[in-house]
């Protein structure tokens, strides 16, 4: 059973930091390709970042481009992101995603496995 755990949300200040983090419980971490998506109070979820297995390949959304920044260690198991020059309009509950045989991708339909969820509140 494939299962992840998000970890570091919270509140910050406009032009503050925040790195989120995501444990991935999975016999081979390898395999996967993952995720971040968030959704906004009354909005939809939204694709944020993503990168392939390797970490050799990363995408991000138009509005957080060169803000934030997608990693990985394989060795951990874990996928972070970087969240730099935070604006009010980054708040929302932020979802970490795994797919399988993935290379990182936008589409929520390439993922098979979710986290709950962390906050992430930011305030001008």
């Known amino acids: 059973q494939v299962q992840l755990a998000e970890s570091g949300g919270g509140s910050a200040q406009a032009g503050g930091s925040l790195r989120l983090s995501c444990e991935v419980s999975?016999?081979?971490?390898?395999?996967?390709?993952m995720g971040w998506f968030r959704q906004a109070p009354g909005k939809e979820r939204d694709f944020t970042a993503a990168i392939s297995w390797s970490g050799g390949t990363t995408q991000y959304s138009d509005s957080v481009k060169g803000r934030f920044t997608i990693s990985r260690d394989n060795s951990k198991k874990t996928v972070y992101l970087q969240m730099n020059r935070l604006k009010p309009n980054d708040t929302a509950i932020y979802y970490c995603?795994?797919?399988?045989?993935?290379?990182?991708?936008?589409?929520?339909?390439?993922?098979?496995?979710w986290g709950q969820g962390t906050q992430v509140t930011v305030s001008s």
């Open positions: 995603a795994a797919g399988l045989y993935g290379i990182g991708s936008e589409r929520p339909d390439a993922y098979e496995h």
């Open positions: 999975v016999p081979k971490f390898t395999m996967y390709g």
